[in-house]
């Protein structure tokens, strides 16, 4: 019995050991665990933390795509308004170039008719000069042959006198 007594105890004191390994373990198991959890929490902050910055970049992404697509809907409408207007200029340019052509034409056949008159002019002028000459000639004969009328009247209207003076004389 001593035996058995001794068995007992020694059987208790071993099953108090185990319940204190147990015990231990589950100290260590819960602190492993709890370990493990503060590193999940850990894990899990990071990656909360991660995904509301990826949160907050894809925002600001689409918002920026978005500006990024209304720019370039602007880009495109301005793109759009260019080339109309490079049109129009391309067609105002066509018309100012045939008006500049046909103005060049214009002024070449007006070169030739201030070119024709001009030489209708000079020898206009020739005449002009020509009949004046002939005038101032002209002019200069009638005035001579003016003159030697005045002096054959008076020559005359002298021999007239004389005439009548001998008419007198012998009457």
Known sequence: MVKLSNLEKQKSRLQSEVEVLIIDLEKKRLEQVERFNIELKTRLDETTALYEQTQRD???????LQRTVHELDKTREQKDQLTRENK???DDLHDAKNTVGELTRRLHELEIELRRLENEREELAA????????RKAEEQRSQRLSAELS???HEAEKRLAEKDEEIEAIR
Do not use: D, T, V, W
């Not at 894809?58 to 920026?64: A, F």
């Not at 005449?127 to 002939?134: L, M, N, P, V």
């Open 151 to 153: 002096q054959f009247r």
């Open 127 to 134: 005449a002009y000069k020509e009949a004046e000459a002939g």
């Open 88 to 90: 129009k200029l391309a």
């Open 58 to 64: 894809l925002r600001n992404k689409q918002s920026e």
